[in-house]
Each structure stands twice: as C-alpha cells, then as structure tokens.
C-alpha cells in the first residue's frame, strides 16, 4: 500500500512541478522572446537609437539654420512618438502577462472557495 501513495504523491508532485514550469517559467522565455521580437519589428519602423544618435546632426545633411532646426525638431517628434509607442506596448502586453500570471491562481481560489459555501 506504501508503494501506491508514494507512486500518486510523486505523481501529483511531478505534475504540478511540470505545470509550474510549463505555465510560468516557459512562458516567460517565451513572453520575453516576443517582447525582443516586436520590439525589433518596431525599431525598424522608429529608429530610436539611430534617431538618437542623430539627434543633433542636420537633416538631410542640409548644414545651415534651419537643416539644423529641422532636424532637431523632426528627430526630437520621433524619438518621442517612439518612447510613447514602446511604453505602450510594454504596458499592454506585460499587462496581458499579467493576467495569464494569475489564471490559475483565480480558478484555483474559484474551487477553493466554492466548496466553502
């Protein structure tokens, strides 16, 4: 009789040892292999850090007054319309995340509770 409990205890063990890293650790990696990826897709379309780093060079190589201003305000519109859409992005989906966290901890305190009713 021994070896069945311990048979159904290592069993439930490693299972729920499995979901964890299944459900949190896994998806982590592959949350975060996302994030890389739409980021690198949304740095194309931006250029931050080339808008940064050009930041105070002229526009166009046009090396007067205005080539100058232009730049700086064109650069300046960019790098900000970038950090609006990157903090954006990185709100929704860790926001998403989030609650792909709490899944089974919800329907977890659903079955709990439902029994103590």
């Not at 729920?16 to 949190?24: G, K, L, R």
């Not at 998806?27 to 808008?51: G, I, P, R």
């Not at 232009?70 to 929704?92: D, E, H, K, N």
Request: charged share 15%; net charge positive; no cysteine.
């Amino acid at each position: 009789m021994s070896y069945v409990l311990s048979y159904l205890f290592n069993w439930f063990w490693n299972g729920a040892a499995e979901f964890i890293n299944h459900w949190y650790v896994r998806s982590f990696l592959n949350m975060t292999e996302y994030m890389l990826n739409l980021f690198s897709e949304l740095d194309k379309s931006f250029a931050l850090k080339v808008n940064l780093r050009n930041l105070f060079k002229p526009l166009y190589q046009d090396r007067n007054p205005i080539g100058y201003s232009m730049g700086f305000l064109f650069r300046t519109t960019r790098i900000l319309m970038a950090l609006i859409v990157y903090s954006l992005t990185f709100s929704i989906t860790a926001l998403l995340y989030a609650a792909w966290l709490l899944v089974p901890i919800f329907f977890l305190y659903k079955a709990i509770t439902a029994y103590g009713k």
